[in-house]
């Protein structure tokens, strides 16, 4: 997949590809995991890079749960 500039991504399974789709200049990305384990440990990471200035600050909002559940109101920018 080709991140374009400026547009926002919705991945399923947050993780690697929300970081690369940042480092790639996408304006925003929502990120759910349903894994608590990942989950941690992909806030962790994400938290340290912003900390670090690696990442822009709240790029990346990361949601735990079931994709389903989320309303797609809330999140139709994503589309």
Same mark, same amino acid.
């Given at each position: 997949?080709? &991140?374009?500039?400026? *547009?926002? &991504?919705?991945?399923? $399974?947050? $993780? &690697? %590809?929300?970081?690369?789709?940042? %480092?790639?200049?996408?304006?925003?990305?929502?990120?759910?995991?349903?894994?608590?384990?990942? +989950? &941690?440990?992909? !806030? *962790?990471?994400?938290? !340290?890079?912003?900390?670090?200035? *690696?990442?822009?600050?709240?790029?990346?909002? %990361? %949601?735990?749960? !079931?994709?389903?559940?989320?309303?797609?109101?809330? +999140?139709?920018?994503?589309?």
């Amino acid at each position: 997949m080709q &991140i374009k500039p400026k *547009i926002n &991504i919705l991945e399923v $399974g947050a $993780g &690697i %590809l929300s970081i690369a789709s940042i %480092l790639a200049e996408a304006k925003k990305v929502a990120g759910v995991e349903l894994n608590p384990i990942t +989950y &941690i440990l992909t !806030d *962790i990471i994400i938290k !340290d890079m912003e900390e670090n200035k *690696i990442l822009p600050k709240n790029s990346i909002e %990361l %949601l735990w749960g !079931d994709t389903l559940i989320f309303s797609t109101e809330e +999140y139709k920018e994503f589309k």
